[in-house]
Nanobody, 119 residues
Framework: QVQLQESGPGLVKPSQTLSLTCTVS??????????WSWLRQPPGKGLEWMGS???????DYSRSLKRRTSISRDTSKNQFTLQLSSVTPEDTGVYYC???????????RGQGTQVTVSS
């Protein structure tokens, strides 16, 4: 069974770039028909899909976050990464990586990692 594990700094200062890595085990990120996503959940709010990268390596982003988001992958390490630039306190929340059969769906997700944006 696939497992996903998020890692990265828990505290980021405003205006900086948030960088997170998802390490995947039990499955390859290049396997056809799977999409690897980043999600987040701000305090007191629902899950928000941020973007995904497909087995071919092509990224897709949420319209609201597109200008600040970049998703890439390292196939040699079976990892994919999220970069969110120009963060503000509104970007505080729990960030998850996930896998699904479609670019904006997910079946499995990691445990999540708390990110706080504060000076």
């Amino acid at each position: 069974q696939v497992q996903l594990q998020e890692s990265g700094p828990g505290l980021v200062k405003p205006s900086q770039t948030l960088s997170l890595t998802c390490t995947v085990s039990g499955g390859s990120i290049t396997t056809d028909y799977y999409y690897w996503s980043w999600l987040r959940q701000p305090p007191g709010k629902g899950l928000e899909w941020m973007g995904s990268i497909g087995s071919s390596g092509s990224p897709d982003y949420s319209r609201s976050l597109k200008r600040r988001t970049s998703i890439s992958r390292d196939t040699s390490k079976n990892q994919f990464t999220l970069q969110l630039s120009s963060v503000t306190p509104e970007d505080t929340g729990v960030y998850y990586c996930a896998r699904g059969r479609g670019p904006r769906t997910w079946t499995y997700r990691g445990q999540g990692t708390q990110v706080t944006v504060s000076s």
